[in-house]
């Protein structure tokens, strides 16, 4: 009896595995801006807690009428292939949802790479409802030994031309506290939606070349 028990329990598990993780993919997002759109996918497999933050904001609508405000990049430097852009609700008290725990980039192996979303902060368990996107490899964010890092939750899947020139626009080199001073753009990016949407379909493999017709050999040359 105990044995037959067994076997069910584990027919049941077998059955279940595949339709669960078929209901529960990473979640996509866009953020729509008057610059274009971009698209995220979420790693909620790997950063549950920061991703699901981000989702709470997506499903109230509160990211809509947002901006991304801030283009950071390192001082002289003029092109728009290395720096950091932020969006979000600059700490509105009307629109915060209370901070989260850190997950760090040691605990979830998100890496701060070219097009990874990261939540911003102050203090490690601070970070509410402020998130910056990578451009470029921004390895320095990524937990220490000494130092927690960021928090890593996304990355961009579609987009990143519309990241990129959100990094070019100028910048107020007056405006802005602390590291941020310089960076704040003149004229923020207005955020018009942040909607979840469908994951996309995955890619249809290659056809298989066809084999090459058979020729017969002609008569050799002199």
């Known amino acids: 009896m105990l044995t037959r028990r ?19 993919p990473n979640p996509f997002v866009v953020i729509n801006t008057s610059e ?8 909620a497999d790997k950063a549950p807690v920061t991703a699901r933050n981000f989702l709470k904001y997506v499903d109230r609508k509160l990211f809509d009428g947002a901006t991304f405000y801030r283009a950071s990049k390192p001082p002289g430097y ?11 609700l600059q700490n509105d008290p009307k629109k915060v949802l209370p901070p989260i ?37 921004m390895s320095y964010l990524d ?3 000494k130092d927690p890092g960021f928090a890593a939750f996304g990355h961009v899947t579609e987009g990143m031309d519309v990241v990129r020139k959100i990094l070019g626009g100028r910048t107020d080199p007056n405006r802005g506290e602390g590291a941020m001073k310089g960076e704040m753009l003149v004229k923020p990016v207005r955020i018009t939606s942040v909607r ?23 008569p050799a040359t002199p």
């Not at 067994?6 to 529960?24: F, N, R, V, Y």
């Not at 274009?36 to 790693?43: K, M, S």
């Not at 003029?78 to 969006?87: E, I, L, P």
Request: aromatic fraction near 4%; include cysteine.
């Open 101 to 137: 725990a850190h997950e760090s980039t040691a605990k979830t192996g998100i890496l701060h790479r070219d097009g990874v979303i990261s939540m911003g902060r102050h203090a490690p368990g601070t970070a509410q409802a402020d998130w910056f996107i990578c451009v470029g490899e």
């Open 196 to 218: 979840r949407v469908a994951a996309p379909a995955p890619a249809a493999a290659p056809a298989a070349p066809a084999p090459a017709a058979l020729v017969p050999a002609g």
């Open 143 to 145: 937990a220490t030994a």
């Open 6 to 24: 067994i076997l069910l329990a584990l027919c049941a598990l077998a059955l279940a595995g595949p339709a669960a993780a078929a209901q529960d």
């Open 78 to 88: 003029a092109a728009n292939d290395y720096g950091t852009v932020q969006g979000g």
């Open 36 to 43: 274009g759109a971009i698209t995220l996918e979420l790693f």
